[in-house]
C-alpha cells in the first residue's frame, strides 16, 4: 500500500481516481486502476506547509490489486495508446485512422508468423477491425465511457481475432 501526497497543479492527482466519465479520465486513471486501488484521502491546503507552496495537494492511497490482473500489459499498453489517443471520438472512429490500421495491420502479419499462420487472402485490417467493434457491440461507445472491465473485454476479443497492439 502507498500513501502519496502530489500538489494539485495539473489535476494529477484527480487523474489517478478519475472514474469514466469524468472529465479528467484518462489513459492514467485507467492504467492506475488496473493496477491499484485507488481513492482520494483529503486535500491539504498550502497553508499547512512552511514554506507555503502556490498550490493546495492532494493525498492519494494506492492499494495494489491482489491477485494482479492476468493479461499482458504490453498489449494492454498498445490497446490504451490508440483509445485515449482522442477519448471522445468513437472507437469506429478511433480504429480507421490511418496510423492505428498501420499498427494493427504489422502487428497482425507478424503474429501470422510467429505462429506458423498465412494472412488470409484478401484480408482487410479496417474490416476485421471494425466487425470486432460491432461483435461486442463498442462501435459507437466513447473511450471516455469505458471501464476497464470494458477494455479487457475489447482487448481479449481483438486477440481471439489475431490482431494485437505489440508485435
Same mark, same amino acid.
Given at each position: 500500500?502507498?500513501?502519496?501526497? $502530489?500538489?494539485?497543479?495539473?489535476?494529477?492527482?484527480? +487523474?489517478?481516481y478519475?472514474?469514466?466519465? &469524468?472529465?479528467?479520465?484518462? +489513459? /492514467?486513471?485507467? *492504467?492506475t486502476?488496473?493496477?491499484? +486501488?485507488v481513492?482520494?484521502?483529503l486535500k491539504v491546503?498550502?497553508?499547512n506547509f512552511k514554506?507555503?507552496?502556490?498550490v493546495?495537494?492532494?493525498v492519494v492511497?494506492?492499494?495494489?490489486?491482489?491477485?494482479?490482473?492476468?493479461?499482458?500489459?504490453?498489449e494492454? &499498453?498498445?490497446?490504451?495508446? !490508440?483509445?485515449?489517443t482522442?477519448? *471522445?471520438?468513437?472507437?469506429?472512429? /478511433?480504429?480507421?485512422?490511418k496510423?492505428?490500421?498501420e499498427i494493427?495491420?504489422?502487428?497482425?502479419? !507478424?503474429?501470422?508468423s510467429l505462429?506458423?499462420?498465412?494472412?488470409?487472402?484478401?484480408f %482487410? !485490417?479496417?474490416?476485421?477491425?471494425?466487425d470486432?467493434?460491432k461483435?461486442?457491440e463498442?462501435?459507437?461507445?466513447?473511450? +471516455?465511457?469505458?471501464t *476497464? %472491465?470494458?477494455l479487457?473485454? /475489447?482487448?481479449?476479443?481483438?486477440?481471439?481475432?489475431?490482431?494485437h497492439? $505489440?508485435?
Amino acid at each position: 500500500k502507498a500513501v502519496v501526497s $502530489t500538489q494539485s497543479t495539473g489535476e494529477f492527482a484527480e +487523474r489517478l481516481y478519475a472514474k469514466p466519465g &469524468d472529465k479528467l479520465y484518462c +489513459r /492514467l486513471s485507467a *492504467n492506475t486502476q488496473l493496477m491499484a +486501488r485507488v481513492a482520494h484521502v483529503l486535500k491539504v491546503g498550502k497553508g499547512n506547509f512552511k514554506p507555503p507552496p502556490k498550490v493546495d495537494s492532494s493525498v492519494v492511497r494506492l492499494e495494489p490489486m491482489n491477485p494482479m490482473p492476468n493479461i499482458n500489459f504490453m498489449e494492454w &499498453d498498445g490497446l490504451t495508446r !490508440i483509445v485515449f489517443t482522442r477519448k *471522445n471520438k468513437t472507437l469506429s472512429a /478511433l480504429f480507421k485512422s490511418k496510423a492505428a490500421l498501420e499498427i494493427l495491420a504489422k502487428n497482425h502479419q !507478424i503474429w501470422c508468423s510467429l505462429n506458423d499462420t498465412m494472412v488470409e487472402e484478401g484480408f %482487410d !485490417i479496417k474490416t476485421k477491425v471494425q466487425d470486432i467493434l460491432k461483435e461486442c457491440e463498442f462501435s459507437e461507445t466513447r473511450t +471516455r465511457t469505458m471501464t *476497464n %472491465d470494458h477494455l479487457l473485454k /475489447l482487448l481479449e476479443r481483438f486477440n481471439a481475432h489475431g490482431i494485437h497492439f $505489440t508485435s
